[in-house]
């Protein structure tokens, strides 16, 4: 299974070079085939060009972030979407969407809770909220998997010196103060409701393996989903995820990469591939306290 997060950050596909971004961007989700697709930042009007450039994909979710805004979030399904479950997550008294959620039936009698996420982009509290209540929102017992720009960073994705640099960066510029309860709040060690960072599991493998180079850089710089350009130099920062709870199912991480070949947006592509095998049902088991390290940090 086939799992692909894409901020296309208001890509305009009409005039000047549209035909061109056009073609890209539907060579690039016919190349991926991905079984789930979550945009973020699209509208209609490019959804449809997705749509016309894929078949077989019969579930589209869409929801604009408020009533004056072309551009929301979607969910595009090469499974069935399970009737009624869709749900639009909206914050504060602008109650504008931050996330979209609906389940998705993988066979019959196992369905998965997905979530699409465009969080905050300033306040780690408010991202925080979002996020709390989005794991409140569900049952604890339900596989689900939250996915999307998050807007967030995980500390331990970068070297000691490169994150005492974005606090001191986020400072300069009066920022607010860079944490990372956002994502470690999903996979903080509650017995039952724990997260698995995919990128930083299938980390964990390959720097287990004989991939010296995940040795030899930070997670960050191999695997960022974003460059914050400055005038003296280009930050590469890891804003894009995949989180899975797996229990009860049987899914399991087993690649992860990002499409840095892919310039449509100031975001670039990632993409997820999980297995469903029954050898696996032995890893979806364990507690999260038996995960990598680096996913407990």
């Known amino acids: 299974m086939k799992v692909v997060s894409y901020n296309l950050n208001r890509l305009a596909t009409e005039g000047a070079g549209g035909a061109d971004k056009r ?20 509208s209609r009007e490019v959804l449809a060009h997705i749509r016309t450039a894929l078949d077989g994909y019969h579930a589209c979710v869409f929801a604009a972030h408020d009533s004056e805004d072309a551009f929301g979030l979607a969910i595009l399904s090469k499974v069935d979407v399970v009737p009624e479950s869709r749900c639009e997550h909206r914050f504060g008294e602008s109650e504008k969407l931050f996330a979209l959620s609906c389940s998705v039936s993988l066979s019959p009698g196992e369905e998965v809770r997905v979530t699409n996420v465009h969080l905050h982009n300033t306040s780690e509290s408010i991202r925080l909220d979002q996020v ?7 049952s604890i017992n339900a596989t ?7 807007n967030a960073l995980t500390k331990s994705d970068y070297f000691p010196h490169e994150w005492s640099a974005l606090v001191d960066l ?7 103060e860079r944490q990372e309860r956002a994502t470690t709040s999903l996979t903080a060690s ?3 409701t724990s997260f698995v960072d995919t990128c930083r599991w299938i980390d964990e493998e390959r720097r287990r393996g004989s991939e010296k180079e995940c040795a030899s850089s930070a997670v960050a710089e ?4 974003y460059v914050l350009t400055l005038k003296e130099r280009a930050v590469r920062l890891r804003l894009d995820y995949v989180f899975l709870r797996p229990c009860p199912s049987k899914l399991r991480p087993i690649d992860f990469h990002v499409c840095h070949d892919v310039h449509l947006s100031n975001h670039f592509p990632v993409v997820c591939t999980l297995s469903r095998s029954t050898k696996h049902l032995q890893w979806c088991a364990r507690d999260v306290a038996s995960a990598p390290k680096q996913l407990r940090q």
């Open 23 to 42: 073609r890209a961007l539907t060579d690039f989700v016919s190349s991926e085939s991905a079984d789930l697709y979550f945009f973020q930042l699209v």
């Open 132 to 138: 709390a209540s989005l794991v409140e929102s569900d």
């Open 144 to 150: 689900r998997m939250i996915v999307g720009d998050f």
């Open 170 to 176: 986020a400072r300069e510029r009066e920022w607010e």
């Open 190 to 192: 509650t017995a039952g």
């Open 222 to 225: 191999r695997l960022h989903t």
